[in-house]
């Protein structure tokens, strides 16, 4: 028994990966899936993600694969825009208030919500370390958000945030400046800048 051509060729273009919905799209059932993991064929790599076996998986990637509503925030968007070298122990999300995670989602990562009129803000598109496109915030709202959850985030992360950021190439202080006002964390960001720089 082997993998389906155009279920292989899909898999190869999705660095070594393929999601339930993408089989279903291809005009599949879902069972084939059950049919190659006990072939050996894939690996379930979590719910409604199968790899190939032998191949290393990316969580980021797999994680977003699995809702259109996850964007990567807070320490999570930290490391993807180069602001911290430390990969996060458990990925930080944002997602609309409006919306709702389900269950086995909420377990993998921490999830934050925002009102739907500022989810989109700042949304831009990085790639992981395996160089799969996720969505996450830039530089500017992961700053804001920082700000915004000082109250479950360490201090130390926030302080080390802003100091890579003081010194980070791309910075775009107006853009800072006018999330600042949207998200409300003006006067906190000032006085983190005044200590700081």
């Keep these: ?3 389906n051509h155009v279920i292989m060729e899909e898999i190869k273009q999705n660095n070594n990966m393929i999601t339930t919905a ?3 799209a291809l005009g599949f059932s879902r069972a084939v899936l059950s ?3 006990k072939a050996g064929l894939l690996e379930r790599s979590r719910q409604g993600v199968y790899i190939l076996p032998d191949s290393v998986h990316d969580d980021m990637y797999t ?3 699995r809702s259109d509503k996850i964007v990567f925030s807070h320490d999570t968007a930290l490391f993807l825009n180069g602001l911290s070298e430390r990969t996060p122990f458990e990925h930080s999300v944002t997602i609309p208030s ?3 995670l389900s269950n086995v989602l909420m377990d993998e990562c921490k999830c934050y919500y925002i009102k739907p009129e500022l989810f989109d803000v700042g949304i831009e598109k990085k790639k992981t370390t395996f160089g799969n496109e996720v969505r996450c915030y830039d530089a500017e709202r992961t700053i804001c958000d920082l700000l915004r959850s ?3 985030i360490d201090e130390e992360t926030v302080i080390n945030a802003i100091k890579k ?3 980070y190439k791309e910075k775009d202080l107006n853009r800072l400046a006018t999330y600042a006002e949207k998200f409300r964390v003006g006067k ?3 006085q983190y800048m005044e200590v700081l720089l």
Excluded: P
């Design 1 to 3: 028994m082997e993998i």
């Design 22 to 24: 993408q089989v279903v």
């Design 35 to 37: 049919k190659y993991v």
């Design 63 to 65: 994680l977003m694969l």
């Design 98 to 100: 409006n919306c709702v």
């Design 150 to 152: 000082r109250n479950r």
């Design 165 to 167: 950021y003081a010194a």
């Design 188 to 190: 906190i960001l000032k």
